[in-house]
């Protein structure tokens, strides 16, 4: 399917991730007019000459993530004259707006991402993003998984080699049972060395390769370029290759609290009003919150 993705506002980034995580099948083109809301408010106000410069004939689909009015349909029309509708993205996003406006972004996340049940190598959390995640796997059907938390941020580029391991102790790496199959040969040169699980709160810089069997704990921060081979205990920042510890995120003797906490599995409610306090140093008032409002 030829897609067109017309994109000028704050919902930039999730489409893409969404379609990322999707993996739609599509060939075609994702204009991406303006990266930057506060550049150019509203559709209404992009030239409509600068729109129809991407006329596509072929084009079947619309994905609009921008306020929907009858001029800036009009105009997809126009320039895309096969495509059977506009997709509303902006329209949904604005039925999940809480009451003061806030974290439209977070709340449509949930609603529109949802893991493919055809990837069953692959789950991921609630509200993680990613910019060209790539999970590599010649085993597909669900015995070996990554599996990522909520909350994580996958810097550019983040690969998950899962089962891209071939055997360095045969007479050859040269997988012959994939390239020139039909030999019966008994047993498959690639491998894993097991589940990667990525915790929740995860931030990986760019460019960060996870080979198979690693478990990244809870809260943790992985070092542009790092080729991470062994595991790592929640909130600990490592990088390099081989990567080494640099710190942990919090103080030792707060890993625990926040490991006990777990902001991440709050109702939204209570994760909306704590946000000030979990987008700064104030453990302590965090931690009183979680006692008063979610420890039961
Ligand atoms: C890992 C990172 C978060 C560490 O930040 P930090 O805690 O402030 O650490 P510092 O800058 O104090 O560095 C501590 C040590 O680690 C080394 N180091 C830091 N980042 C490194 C990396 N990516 N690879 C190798 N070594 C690294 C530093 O050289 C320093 O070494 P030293 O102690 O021998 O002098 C940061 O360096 C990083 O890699 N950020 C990723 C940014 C990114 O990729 N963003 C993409 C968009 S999401």
Known sequence: MKVVILLNNKYWKMVKTLLEYSRVPMQGTIYYFDQEPEKVPSFNSYPIDKIVEHQNEECEMAILATEITEQSVRVVFAAYPKIGGVYDLAQAAAEFLTDDGRLPYLKVRTEFINPRPDLPYVQI??????????????VVDGSVVCKIGKFCSLGPDTTVLLAEEHRTTWGTTFPFDEITPGYGLPERSTFSKGDVIIGNDVWTGKNVTILSGVTIGDGCVIGAGTVLSKSVPPYTIVAGNPAVNISTRIPDDWIS???????????????????????????????????KHIFD
Do not use: I
């Open 125 to 138: 959390g609630d509200f993680t993003y990613f910019d060209h995640l790539n999970v590599m796997s010649e």
């Open 257 to 291: 609290r926040f490991l006990e906490m777990k902001w991440w599995d709050w109702d939204y409610e209570n994760l909306y009003k704590a946000l000030p306090l979990l987008q700064s140093q104030q453990y302590e008032q965090l931690y009183e919150y979680y006692k």
